[in-house]
């Protein structure tokens, strides 16, 4: 046999061998792919993920009963404004609660007028003006807030206008002074709790993110 040939059949027999050794490894899956996934183990997947996206809203359930009209009202805020959170509206309530009552309590409301709607404004203007006429002053410290929940809401398509009624129980010492500085009521350590119901007001999905109190109760 002729060199030439004797070199072909060689070169022949190293390429067969080289294709049946790659086929043997490539046609391997085990330690190199992990085994397809059964389907329904797919379908089971999917079914749980649109469970927790069509959940019930945490942030409006645990302030008020799932279905309530409170809570409609609540999601209706949150379509006309996506950005709504209830639970950082409490936030804003807790500190807004403390700001206003204790402006009124010292007798200057300058600070938090544009945070009062016109009548609420007058209504508490007409008590500091009374205690001045009367020659009494305040003096309170606000020791903390015992409590704070969402009471009621409601929300008006046509105006866009979103309400959320509060209640609030703060904790603070106050006295009341006469004109010649004597204690009348009240005590500088006793802790006494104040109790009111009020109700913000504000458009949702404007530009303005303030609410307003429009009304107050206890």
């Known amino acids: 046999m002729n060199s030439p040939i004797l070199q072909l059949l060689v070169l022949a027999g190293i390429a067969v061998f080289l294709i049946l050794r790659l086929r043997s490894v490539l046609g391997s899956r085990e330690g190199f792919e992990k085994p397809p996934v059964p389907v329904s183990s797919q379908t089971r997947r999917r079914s749980d993920f649109e469970v927790i996206e069509g959940g ?6 645990d302030h008020v ?8 009202a609540l999601a209706e805020m949150k379509r006309a404004e996506p950005s709504f959170s209830v639970s950082e509206f409490l936030q804003g309530a807790r500190g807004a609660y403390e700001m206003i009552l204790m402006a009124f309590e010292n007798g200057d409301l300058s600070d938090v007028k544009p945070f009062l709607a016109d009548d609420v404004y007058e209504a508490f203007q ?7 006429a ?3 002053t305040i003096e309170a410290t606000f020791v903390g807030l015992a409590e704070i929940s969402l009471r009621d809401a409601a929300f008006d398509e046509a105006t866009r206008e979103g309400e959320v009624t509060v209640r609030f129980v703060g ?3 106050s006295v009341v002074r006469d004109k010649a500085g004597d204690i009348v009521e009240g005590s500088t350590t ?3 709790r104040q109790r009111d119901i009020w109700t913000f007001a504000r458009q949702m ?3 303005d993110p303030n609410w307003q109190l429009v009304a107050t109760g206890e």
């Open 126 to 132: 007409s008590v500091i003006d009374d205690r001045e």
């Open 56 to 61: 019930p809203d945490r942030d409006i359930t």
């Open 205 to 207: 999905g404007t530009g």
């Open 171 to 173: 904790e603070l010492t």
């Open 190 to 192: 006793e802790i006494k």
């Open 134 to 136: 009367k020659g009494l």
């Open 65 to 72: 009963e799932e279905g309530s009209d409170e809570a409609l």
